[in-house]
């Protein structure tokens, strides 16, 4: 039993552990938001982030073509121009929001998942304890009964209490 009981003890440890080591921190600040937000959030760090390299890219764009722009600056339609920019900028605003609303949906269950299957083994584990801290009780409370049983056969040994002259 005892030998059954460690070895299931063991490997929920390892489980514990290694969980513990690589993905608890990730999962735990990921815990202390609703799905929604922290979906939402992520959105908007993508949005943002997307932002930025979208109008980054424009600008590098035009840098390496412009001479050419330059070129065109008198002849272009300033209207179409910038529906176009702002169009693009919309299209991968759209794209991109489509892709982190699903990347963090997904792990959003993965790290859910994780803290489930820890929380049920830390659960199996203090089950273990308290199983193995009961035999321990039982088997110190056999112990001090045996102890108090010898000690009064010394004490009777050792005086005599019957109340007898000799």
Do not use: P
């Amino acid at each position: 039993g005892n030998v059954m009981l460690d070895e299931i003890k063991i490997k929920l440890m390892t489980k514990v552990a290694i969980y513990e080591k690589n993905e608890a921190d990730r999962d735990l600040r990921l815990s202390h938001y609703y799905k929604e937000d922290y979906i939402k959030f992520g959105c908007l760090k993508t949005m943002i982030t997307s932002t930025v390299a979208y109008w980054l890219v424009l600008g590098v764009y035009i840098m390496l073509r412009y001479e050419k722009i330059l070129e065109d600056l008198n002849d272009a339609d300033y209207y179409k121009l910038m529906v176009k920019i702002l169009l693009g900028w919309g299209l991968t605003l759209a794209v991109f929001f489509v892709y982190s609303f699903i990347v963090y949906a997904i792990k959003y269950q993965i790290a859910r998942k994780g803290i489930v299957a820890y929380n049920k083994n830390l659960k199996k584990l203090l089950k273990l304890y308290d199983i193995r801290e009961k035999e321990a009780k039982k088997v110190s409370h056999r112990k001090k009964t045996i102890d108090s049983v010898d000690g009064e056969f010394d004490d009777l040994s050792s005086e005599d209490n019957t109340g007898r002259t000799e």
